[in-house]
């Protein structure tokens, strides 16, 4: 006999039943789900503070009846937290004789996508005259980034931050 031929007859030997869940050392028996009977409610372990009747008839869904309203607890009324707005933050464009104005104004417009070309036409304008001038305020990182993005220009555009001063003494 071959070991094909082996495998088989011990398949058909088995039959359906070696594939069939059971539970090893106690003998197949019916439980009461299998005969059609159905669960039995369940039931908190738990004291809920409820009381419910279940009324079920032969052939029809069962019906709870709530014999006990439960009791509604007041909210839990949350402390409110102080939040402070994140520090702004200037980006100053710092005025330079070496600077193209259209490349100048068309970059800060560029990078700062809230920016016009009035805006940056006048800001360009202040710098040249004053040395340095304010383009915007802006969260730390965005400030950053603005700055980082101006400098990566070509031909660079200077620019810094500055805090931008707090007003009630902190």
């Given at each position: 006999?071959?070991?094909?031929?082996q495998?088989?007859?011990?398949?058909?030997?088995?039959?359906?039943?070696?594939?069939a869940?059971?539970?090893?050392g106690?003998?197949?028996?019916?439980t009461?789900?299998?005969m059609?009977?159905?669960?039995?409610?369940?039931k908190?372990?738990?004291?809920?503070?409820?009381?419910?009747?279940?009324?079920?008839?032969?052939?029809?869904?069962?019906?709870?009846?709530?014999?006990?309203?439960?009791?509604?607890?007041?909210?839990?009324?949350?402390?409110?937290h102080?939040?402070?707005?994140?520090p702004?933050?200037?980006?100053m464009l710092?005025?330079?004789?070496?600077?193209?104005?259209?490349?100048?104004?068309e970059?800060?417009?560029?990078?700062?996508?809230?920016?016009?070309?009035?805006?940056?036409?006048?800001?360009?304008?202040?710098?040249?005259?004053?040395g340095?001038?304010?383009?915007?305020?802006?969260?730390?990182?965005?400030?950053?980034?603005?700055?980082?993005?101006?400098?990566?220009?070509?031909?660079m555009?200077?620019?810094?931050?500055?805090?931008?001063?707090?007003?009630?003494?902190?």
């Open positions: 006999m071959t070991r094909l031929t495998v088989l007859c011990l398949a058909a030997f088995l039959g359906a039943n070696a594939f869940p059971s539970r090893f106690v003998p197949h028996t019916q009461a789900l299998q059609g009977a159905g669960a039995a409610p369940a908190p372990k738990i004291e809920i503070g409820q009381k419910t009747a279940v009324t079920q008839k032969v052939g029809q869904k069962s019906v709870v009846k709530q014999t006990h309203k439960a009791k509604v607890a007041e909210p839990v009324k949350r402390r409110e102080k939040t402070e707005d994140a702004l933050y200037k980006v710092i005025g330079d004789e070496e600077y193209d104005q259209t490349h100048t104004i970059r800060i417009c560029d990078i700062m996508e809230d920016v016009d070309e009035g805006q940056a036409a006048s800001v360009f304008t202040q710098a040249q005259n004053g340095k001038a304010m383009i915007a305020k802006y969260p730390f990182e965005h400030a950053e980034l603005y700055v980082e993005q101006l400098l990566r220009s070509d031909p555009i200077f620019s810094e931050l500055e805090e931008e001063e707090r007003m009630g003494g902190n």
